[in-house]
């Protein structure tokens, strides 16, 4: 799907990141697609965005629009060419506050992305982040986490460099049709690539927590990452198709 190159701010960014055992994430993910591994485990986690003056590059800024946003995401890698991996996520689920991007989500640009309610508190380094889906009888996702500068010793990555480097890399994500083999590429550009950590207080999942998906022990929460007032721009991706298999 080919779409405009489309520019805006990230106002605040939240990567909400779990180690999971690779083989249980294998099994989710459509062929073609092997998860990216550290210290021999996959990387899953949510997307939370709020995106400002979102319009078309070129177009003015005023009439850009706003939307809170959540995207459920894995790191994997891909076999583009033999011999040649790229790396990237693969995004299971989006949802958005914006009706906008739920009418257009799927077939103007890339992924449909679910209409959900968002409750958002974001003042004094705290924030707290509340997602409600009509197709669901719990909350997807609620937090509370707050701004720190200490990077968390028990996470995988070393330091917040290392883990920041990670997810820059993965700036291609790919997702679903519905009732298609054909994945639909989206690349976010950041020129200005700045995280920090976060002290997590609270993190829920609807999905991370369903022990059916991740059976006990497979699954646990590593760490957080928040961005904030950040130019970007998103650029298609060719298509692929999930037929062909690695």
Same mark, same amino acid.
């Given at each position: 799907? !080919?779409?405009?190159?489309?520019?805006?701010? +990230?106002?605040?960014?939240?990567?909400?990141?779990?180690?999971?055992?690779?083989?249980?994430?294998?099994?989710?993910?459509?062929?073609? /697609?092997?998860? !990216?591994? +550290? #210290?021999?485990?996959? +990387?899953?986690?949510? =997307?939370?965005?709020?995106?400002?003056?979102?319009?078309? !590059?070129?177009?003015?800024?005023?009439?850009?629009?706003?939307?809170?946003?959540?995207?459920?995401?894995?790191?994997?890698?891909?076999?583009?060419?033999?011999? $040649?991996?790229?790396?990237?996520? /693969?995004?299971?689920?989006?949802?958005?506050?914006?009706?906008?991007?739920?009418?257009?989500?799927?077939?103007?640009?890339?992924?449909?992305? $679910?209409?959900?309610?968002?409750?958002?508190?974001?003042?004094?380094?705290?924030?707290?982040?509340?997602?409600?889906?009509?197709?669901?009888?719990?909350?997807?996702?609620?937090?509370?986490?707050?701004?720190?500068?200490?990077?968390? !010793? #028990?996470?995988?990555?070393?330091?917040?460099?290392?883990?920041?480097?990670?997810?820059?890399?993965? =700036?291609?994500?790919?997702?679903?049709?519905?009732?298609? =083999?054909?994945?639909?590429?989206?690349?976010?550009?950041?020129?200005?690539?700045?995280?920090?950590?976060?002290?997590?207080?609270?993190?829920?999942?609807?999905? $991370?927590?369903?022990?059916? +998906?991740?059976?006990?022990?497979?699954? #646990?929460?590593?760490? #957080?990452?928040?961005?904030?007032?950040?130019?970007?721009?998103?650029?298609?991706?060719?298509?692929?198709?999930?037929?062909?298999?690695?």
């Amino acid at each position: 799907m !080919k779409v405009p190159t489309i520019s805006g701010i +990230i106002r605040r960014r939240i990567l909400l990141n779990y180690r999971v055992a690779p083989e249980i994430i294998q099994a989710i993910l459509p062929p073609r /697609f092997r998860p !990216k591994q +550290i #210290a021999g485990h996959a +990387i899953a986690g949510i =997307c939370l965005i709020r995106l400002e003056r979102i319009r078309p !590059k070129g177009v003015p800024g005023v009439i850009g629009i706003s939307s809170e946003n959540s995207a459920h995401r894995i790191a994997v890698e891909w076999e583009a060419e033999p011999g $040649h991996w790229k790396e990237g996520v /693969f995004i299971s689920r989006r949802d958005t506050s914006s009706r906008l991007n739920a009418l257009a989500g799927g077939r103007v640009f890339s992924g449909v992305h $679910h209409l959900s309610q968002f409750s958002v508190i974001d003042r004094t380094g705290e924030i707290s982040i509340r997602v409600l889906a009509d197709d669901l009888e719990q909350a997807l996702v609620d937090i509370q986490v707050h701004e720190t500068d200490e990077f968390p !010793k #028990a996470s995988l990555f070393k330091t917040l460099e290392e883990s920041s480097k990670f997810f820059e890399a993965g =700036c291609v994500g790919y997702s679903s049709r519905p009732d298609s =083999c054909v994945l639909d590429g989206l690349r976010l550009e950041v020129p200005d690539w700045r995280v920090a950590p976060l002290q997590v207080d609270r993190v829920r999942s609807r999905y $991370h927590d369903d022990r059916s +998906i991740f059976p006990t022990g497979s699954i #646990a929460f590593d760490h #957080a990452l928040l961005m904030r007032d950040i130019p970007h721009e998103w650029h298609s991706e060719p298509e692929m198709s999930t037929e062909q298999a690695i």
